[in-house]
């Protein structure tokens, strides 16, 4: 029954996780179980938002990357590299050190991400004009925000703004500039230098687009330790100065919180953590909050800053980033092509295709049959004890609820339900003890 | 099946959690989404009225496989000219309730906008009742 929708980056050791429930309670879709004392996760359900990666207390949930020696495959090997990545440095470190160490250990080239920001900014505001009818738009920034949205607001999925996120027209541009330079195409290794789980997901199985023009992708905090720790041991060498240098301060800003909404002509709303958004997307589904035209959502407090693949404190990520001054991009321009020169070209390929809503909380397709389940979950409400304490291994009892409704759970797996019938002795101890195994493992009795 | 959810007149804190609440309902239900957010929409809106300008009501759902029937009544103090509170733009919140962001006198108007059918009876001194109901169209 359960049809894998698309592709997760978000992985659980089994040999690690000892199924002690922190993930389940902080799923903003519910798509933990615990089973044989091990987390589980249901593929439809999950938006790769990174919840459940952040409260693991002993780091079994995994953000699965590629393995950085596959960059070596690549004879022109590009770090597409978002501003995010600097915030992880302190300030003594500037931008040429970073650079210069990122290439010693082992891309040839960096591409900011960001540089796109100037085109997209533009565009934005222009789709926003040609399409009134989807007020409020709704940025396509953050992969977690838009699979949140087809499987809790699917109303909403038609707000979404069908634009490339700067990542994508980023890879678009840097991939077509080699080439324009003669460079053959499959030689060149496009590798994101990723802040988070929902990015890989994105990467790996793209929503609104046929297919990524990105090859494979880092981890944020494994190419962190690598760097820091050639700059570390590197002090003394002088700096090369770098040319891929090309953010101004506004596109540095971009993946922080208010840093799209800002930019924006008409009334806008920056919202960022996942549970906020979804307290501020409720209101707007209802139209309690209307008139509004703009909308940056960010799965992360911070937005990007506090992915889950970053190493430093958020909020020293955003100091950082907010006070980067607009640089000196001196030797560029006679030397070689800018983005800008690229602007017709990736204008034309700024679109996705629709992106359709995949609710996760319809009961049945058919709407009778969805009728007759939902009156079983209200009478098996009244049955269970509605205080949520997640030792059936479903994070509520309402999803417990919903669970047996769907064969997928057995109501006696409720320890209140295993009391009373024990009482009553229509459960054996034997037999009560056997359903409790199932869900927390024999090594816990 | 049916549903029933109670109002208190002036709790703004709490304006839209029916509304809400049944909105979940119809999306366990797999209505279509765009059918939902008229439904939802019109809900609210009466719902907001009964808070702002009632003392207390009931909203009592009906739901069909074709078709949502809500009922909404309410003790308050009744719609003199019902005619005149459907234009857009008219409307008698108090100053306080304005400054919640309501009383911009759209209200009415969105309803009928979103619903397949709206009756408004009314009796001056006793209380208001909205009949609102949607078509379910088959699943898209
Ligand atoms: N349940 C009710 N009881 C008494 N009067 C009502 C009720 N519903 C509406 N009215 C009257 O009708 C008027 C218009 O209602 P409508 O919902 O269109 O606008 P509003 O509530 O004043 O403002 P808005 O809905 O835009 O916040 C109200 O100002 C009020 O005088
Ligand atoms: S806010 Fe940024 S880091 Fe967090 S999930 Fe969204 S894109 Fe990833
Ligand atoms: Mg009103």
Not at chain 1, 9 to 18: P, V
Not at chain 1, 215 to 230: A, C, E, K, Q, S
Not at chain 1, 307 to 330: D, H, Q
Request: with cysteine; aromatic share 8%.
């Amino acid at each position: 029954m359960a049809v894998r929708h698309f592709h997760h980056a978000l992985k659980i050791r089994t040999e690690t996780c000892f199924g002690c429930t922190h993930c389940l309670k902080v799923c903003p879709t519910e798509a933990i179980r615990i089973r044989n004392g091990k987390a589980v996760l249901n593929e439809n359900r999950c938006v790769d938002c990174g919840e459940c990666f952040k409260a693991c207390p002993v780091q079994a949930i995994y953000i699965d990357q590629d393995d950085f020696e596959r960059i070596h495959g690549f004879e022109y090997r590009i770090a597409l590299l978002p501003s995010i990545f600097l915030g992880q440095f302190s300030r003594k470190y500037n931008r040429e050190q970073i650079y210069d160490a990122i290439k010693a250990v082992g891309f040839t080239h960096i591409c900011e991400v960001e540089q796109s920001t100037g085109i997209l900014q533009q565009q934005i505001n222009r789709y926003a004009a040609e399409n009134p009818d989807k007020k409020p738009l709704i940025s396509s920034f953050c992969p977690a925000i838009i699979r949140l949205i087809q499987v809790r607001f699917p109303s909403l999925a038609n707000n979404i703004m069908l634009l490339k996120p700067p990542l994508d027209i980023t890879a678009l541009y840097c991939r077509k500039k080699l080439t324009d330079e003669g460079v053959n195409p499959a030689r060149i290794g496009v590798f994101y230098i990723t802040p988070c789980a929902a990015k890989i997901a994105a990467i790996k199985s793209p929503v609104g687009e046929d297919y990524s023009m990105i090859t494979g992708v880092i981890n944020m905090d494994f190419l962190f330790n690598r760097v820091y720790r050639h700059i570390k041991n590197n002090l003394s060498k002088d700096v090369t100065g770098n040319d891929d240098k090309v953010l101004n301060a506004d596109a540095i800003r971009w993946s922080l919180t208010h840093g799209e909404s800002d930019h924006f002509e008409g009334r806008s709303f920056a919202v960022d953590e996942i549970h906020n958004v979804i307290d501020f997307l409720e209101k707007v589904e209802n139209e309690e909050i209307k008139n509004v035209d703009f909308l940056e959502l960010r799965a992360c407090d911070e937005s990007c800053a506090g992915g889950a693949l970053t190493t430093a404190n958020r909020f020293l990520i955003v100091e950082r980033l907010r006070s980067t001054k607009n640089e000196e991009i001196s030797s560029r321009e006679s030397k070689s092509k800018t983005i800008e020169d690229y602007r017709e070209y990736l204008e034309h390929r700024i679109k996705i295709q629709e992106i359709k809503p995949r609710s996760i909380m319809k009961l049945d397709d058919n709407m009778e049959t969805a009728m007759l389940k939902m009156d079983q979950v209200k009478e098996i409400m009244k049955l269970l004890p509605g205080n949520d304490c997640g030792i059936c291994g479903a994070p509520t009892c309402h999803a417990f609820a919903s669970d047996i409704v769907q064969s997928e759970a057995d109501i006696r797996q409720c320890i209140f339900i295993q009391k009373c019938r024990e009482n009553t002795g229509e459960l054996t101890l034997f037999e009560s003890l056997r359903l409790m195994k199932e869900i927390w493992g024999k090594e816990k009795f | 099946m049916q549903f029933e959810y109670f109002i208190n007149g002036g709790d703004f804190s709490k304006a839209g959690q029916a509304s809400s609440q049944f909105k979940k309902v119809l999306q366990q239900l797999n209505v279509a989404p765009h059918t939902i957010k008229r439904i939802v929409v019109a809900l609210y809106e009466a719902e907001v009225n009964i808070v702002a300008h009632a003392f207390k009501g009931k909203i009592s759902i009906e739901l069909q496989p074709d078709l949502v029937s809500m009922l909404l009544t309410d003790e308050g103090p009744g719609i003199p000219d019902i005619e005149k509170a459907m234009e857009v733009g008219y409307s008698t919140a108090s100053p306080k309730v304005r400054e919640m962001g309501f009383g911009a006198g759209m209200g009415l108007s969105n309803i009928k906008n979103n619903a397949d059918l709206l009756e408004i009876t009314s009796i001056v001194g006793k209380g208001t009742t909205l009949k609102i109901s949607v078509n379910l169209s088959k699943q898209e």
